[in-house]
């Protein structure tokens, strides 16, 4: 069996960026769902929804690349850390699903829709707190040996995982509310520069109820009379006191970006400095990274992969936020606009033909195909077999991805979502050329 090797200086750079961008970068915007169950304002709700939906699923990428970093750099964590922690694992994930939801279908939607707009801050609250709760399991410690989880399925909950997932609605707070004053105007604009101040001081007095509380809740012990320690954490720690009294002038005053990139200097710190603390111990009391780590080969190949990977996630990330640059405005719904062309009677009204049933039949077997080979070949790797699966399996998927594409044509078909002409208002059915209906 392979040993673990000391991970490259690199590896756990790649592991830092990660985990740090999506704190950063996704927080704001899961601190913004949370703000709109706070606001009563219908159409600041709607405005907040249609801001987060430019950089939402930009934000959430980083989270799958620390994933696949930790997966395949630190095993001996994951071993540990996931049969400890999978009930709110697994409600954070359903939370991020309805999440997308609530936020897609309300942007799609014309009005706004009071069920979308809670779904959507909902779950944004539900996914702030399973993530504080997984982080306080982690850092108060979980019942271990060898490397093996040997605690119960309530061994995530402690008090200083409650504490933790408390702080962290509050940070995640004050960057939703400094990422609404730099992104909004009017009414908008007001309401999130009156709640920055509130917000900061709750989440000064989260950061130093939780720094407190970890040399408590913690098994291990803290080497702070080692100097470079001592020196980086002080360090961390004082810019993150600098970030905060910058972001609590700049809320309410020009220019708008200040306690957005102050809140964010502090985030950034704070992480850094709690790597300070508790590096090398990745999950308490005593599991290292020389531990946790994989073999020296797996590193090399994740730092080449995901290295080659994360500046794509980057410019991404980049030119979203050069594209919605500037304060948001809403544009009115427009209807659609006739035609200047004068009509002589010679225009002839386009009409889409309609796909041929076979081109229909053969693509969506293909699909299907597809999809049971994407099964079968991820069972087959990831699931540690050597065979396929099963053929009733592949029977049953199948069928019900047929089924379900038969279902929803006949629904959409009655819906009259298909095979509608194009051209102007007077070419739809039962609309006469100026737009009146008989």
Not at 32 to 54: K, W
Not at 376 to 388: K, L, N, R, Y
């Amino acid at each position: 069996m392979p040993t673990p090797a000391a991970a490259p200086p690199t590896l756990w750079a790649l592991v830092l960026l990660s985990l740090g961008a999506y704190v950063v970068l996704d927080g704001y915007d899961l601190g913004v769902g949370m703000l709109s169950l706070l606001d009563r304002d219908e159409r600041r709700r709607r405005e907040y929804n249609e801001l987060i939906a430019t950089a939402w699923d930009a934000n959430e990428s980083w989270i799958i690349l620390a994933g696949v970093t930790l997966w395949a750099g630190l095993p001996g964590a994951y071993a540990t850390v996931l049969p400890g922690v999978y009930p709110p694992l697994i409600a954070m994930l359903f939370a991020v699903i309805l999440r997308g939801m609530g936020l897609e279908f309300q942007s799609a939607s014309g009005t706004y829709r009071r069920g979308w707009g809670l779904l959507f801050g909902g779950a944004s609250l539900a996914v702030t707190l399973c993530q504080g709760l997984v982080i306080g399991a982690v850092l108060s410690g979980l019942p271990q040996r060898d490397g093996h989880f040997t605690g119960d399925a309530l061994a995530w909950l402690t008090p200083y995982s409650v504490l933790c997932a408390l702080g962290l609605v509050c940070v995640y707070l004050l960057a939703g509310a400094a990422w609404l004053q730099d992104k909004t105007e009017g009414t908008a604009h007001a309401w999130a520069a009156r709640l920055g101040r509130p917000l900061l001081g709750a989440t000064a007095v989260a950061a130093l109820v939780l720094g407190f509380g970890l040399e408590v809740a913690d098994p291990q012990r803290f080497h702070f009379e080692q100097p470079l320690r001592a020196t980086l954490f002080w360090l961390a720690a004082a810019a993150a006191a600098v970030c905060g009294a910058v972001a609590w002038y700049g809320f309410g005053r020009r220019p708008d970006w200040r306690p957005f990139a102050a809140v964010l200097g502090a985030e950034a710190a704070g992480l850094l400095a709690l790597v300070a603390a508790t590096v090398p111990v990745v999950v308490s009391p005593s599991l290292t990274l020389s531990e946790a780590s994989s073999p020296h080969g797996s590193q090399v190949f994740l730092v080449v992969g995901v290295g080659l990977c994360m500046p794509f996630v980057l410019a991404y990330n980049i030119y979203a936020w050069w594209v919605f640059r500037g304060k948001f405005r809403e544009s009115a719904r427009q209807a659609p606009a006739a035609t200047t062309a004068p009509d002589d009677g010679t225009a002839v009204p386009f009409t889409p033909r309609p796909e041929s049933r076979v081109v229909v039949l053969v693509r969506r077997t293909l699909l299907t195909l597809l999809g049971v080979l994407l099964a079968a070949v991820s069972q087959d790797i990831f699931g540690g077999e050597s065979t396929w699966v099963d053929p009733l399996g592949v029977a049953l998927l199948a069928g019900t991805a047929l089924v379900a594409w038969i279902l929803g044509d006949r629904r959409d078909g009655r819906l009259g979502e298909y095979d509608l002409p194009g051209g102007l208002p007077g070419d739809l059915p039962g609309v006469l050329p100026g737009g009146e209906r008989p």
